[in-house]
């Protein structure tokens, strides 16, 4: 296997982690530690880097007072002779948040950065540095390439629990020492309050560490930040995030369960009833809390091809935003369906521009798993299958639209990579078993959750023939943490042969399946 290996990438973070152990739960709600008392700025939240390319990255970055950015780069952790980026003062309008954008970075090659804050009258005072690493991707195709996904964290009331190791999947995840990690969405859950403790069905208890944007559901842009500031209270997450780069794309959660534009909730829970009022101050926060790349354009788009080398373009898509009303989606007929028609045009070129071996579509929400939304208690549905195994309706008709157009231009090497439903699978969609079949065959994988309840399996639908390859998922819905059925996946392309190896493991990192797949093909 010719994946790259650097034995100095663990070390480094000695500092990163030396940094920020003082933050304590009282520190980070509010307590000042006495070393932030002479007026130094204080980055207790950790460092993160996002959508890193083979000569780009982002920084990321929280404060907790007003303060300019600055980051250091080295080939070394000594720091000799750094290479210095002036990023942006950080002030409230953020939440004291900030993002600085690393350009002319070498490939392939691990980049050792410091994050300094400095007081904005005195750029002398700076406050304890804090450090990370990441790599860059690498323009020889020799190198390889590793990453891992999931989504899914602290849903469904189950929050940090220190007796259970908090986050404990990304200390696994970080042991595979992977390029990045992609997270499908869920980010977080403003819709899921998290209580002080939880019965568990065999007479245990779930403890959660609270704070009191998590007492509630989200409605505030106070309160979406503070859902985001709770992950990075969690030691497992903030030591993962120094070392390993994301992809991050939202789904539902990040506003509330199962929304559409132009939803008007009957939640009792909510004073604030327009969706779309709560996913623009969702959105806000978001862009505030990750480093994404394409966030601070004019569109401020979730959706985006990240280039990861001539193995690799990742494309993210926003199945949230652009999506027409949930409905029994049984329509003949839809032009705007789950994508919307602007962003499948920007799918469609952009795949037909990639040279890359393998396309990975990084999906928020399976294609064939029927997602049933029945809040409003009606038989809706949330995701794009709507259980009738005939010729596309709804949603189906534009990923039929999608897959027809793969298949005619000839453009090889997709892999679909999702979350969403609380459990992991591999699903090969095959013409021969469809009732669709203009489409060659692909696989789709699923993985998660990485923190938060686990359910039973979703029905397939066979309108693009899936056949379920693998599963393992509770027959019971909403299984604690603690009960097990917590999954990520992993990505490996050799850079000697091509192949695309995926293995679905266990929060432990015990593989659970592997499928090898040959590069060059349209279909699998």
């Known amino acids: 296997m010719s994946h790259r290996s650097f034995p100095g990438r663990r070390s480094v973070l000695r500092g ?19 070393f932030a008392l002479s007026g130094r700025p204080r980055a207790g939240w950790g460092v993160q880097t996002g959508d890193v390319t083979c000569d780009s990255g982002l920084v990321w970055v929280r404060s907790d007072r007003p303060a300019r950015m600055i980051v250091e780069t080295s080939a070394t952790e000594s720091f000799r002779k750094p290479r210095r980026w002036h990023g942006p003062l950080l002030g409230a309008d953020t939440d004291f ?28 005072r700076t406050g304890q540095p804090v450090t990370g690493t990441f790599r860059t991707a690498s323009a020889r195709r020799r190198d390889g390439v590793r990453f891992v996904w999931s989504g899914d964290l602290a849903g469904q009331g189950w929050g940090i629990n220190p007796d259970f190791g908090g986050y404990r999947i990304y200390d696994a995840m970080a042991a595979l020492d992977p390029d990045f990690f992609l997270c499908s969405g869920d980010n977080i859950y403003a819709d899921g309050p998290i209580s002080a403790s939880v019965a568990l069905p065999d007479g245990s208890t779930w403890r959660n560490i609270t704070t009191e944007e998590k007492s509630k559901v989200a409605e505030t842009l106070a309160e979406f930040r503070g859902n985001f500031r709770y992950n990075l209270l969690d030691d497992n997450l903030k030591r993962f995030n120094a070392q390993v780069p994301s992809i991050i794309q939202w789904d539902d959660h990040e506003v509330t369960n199962n929304w559409y534009p132009g939803e008007i909730l009957a939640d009792a829970r909510y004073t604030e009833k327009n969706v779309d009022v709560l996913a623009s101050r969702a959105r806000q926060a978001f862009s505030e809390y990750f480093p994404i790349s394409t966030l601070r354009r004019p569109d401020g788009r979730v959706y985006r091809v990240v280039n990861h080398g001539p193995l690799l373009d990742v494309f993210v898509l926003d199945m949230r935003t652009y999506r027409n009303a949930n409905s029994t989606d049984d329509q003949a007929t839809d032009a705007q369906g789950i994508l919307g028609a602007e962003q499948l045009r920007w799918l469609k070129r952009e795949l037909t521009r990639s040279r890359a071996v393998w396309k990975v579509i990084a999906s928020d929400m399976p294609i064939g798993l029927v997602v049933p939304d029945t809040g409003d208690g009606k038989p809706n549905v949330e995701a794009v299958a709507q259980g009738d195994p005939g010729a596309p309706l709804g949603r189906e008709l534009q990923i039929a639209e999608l897959l027809r157009f793969i298949k005619h231009r000839g453009i090889t090497g997709t892999v679909w990579l999702t979350a969403d439903v609380h459990y992991t699978s591999a699903q090969h969609y095959q013409p021969s078993r469809a009732a669709f079949t203009d489409f060659e065959p692909f696989w789709e994988f699923v993985s998660g959750p990485l923190n938060a309840g686990a359910f039973p399996a979703n029905t397939l639908d066979n309108t693009f023939g899936p056949d379920r390859v693998f599963i393992k998922a509770p027959t019971t819905a909403n299984v604690s943490p603690a009960g097990g059925y917590q999954f990520f996946g992993e990505v490996d392309i050799d850079g000697d042969s091509g192949e695309l190896t995926v293995r679905l493991r266990e929060s432990d990192g015990t593989v659970l399946f592997t499928q090898v797949l040959q590069p060059g093909r349209v279909g699998q």
């Not at 990163?16 to 520190?27: E, F, G």
Request: charged share 15%.
């Open 97 to 124: 948040t900030g993002t600085t954008r690393l350009r002319g970075l070498p490939s392939g090659e691990q980049i050792h950065y410091r994050v300094l804050l400095a007081d904005p009258d005195d750029p002398r």
């Open 16 to 34: 990163s982690l030396a940094a920020s152990a003082a933050l304590t739960l009282p520190t980070a709600l509010g307590s000042a530690p006495a």
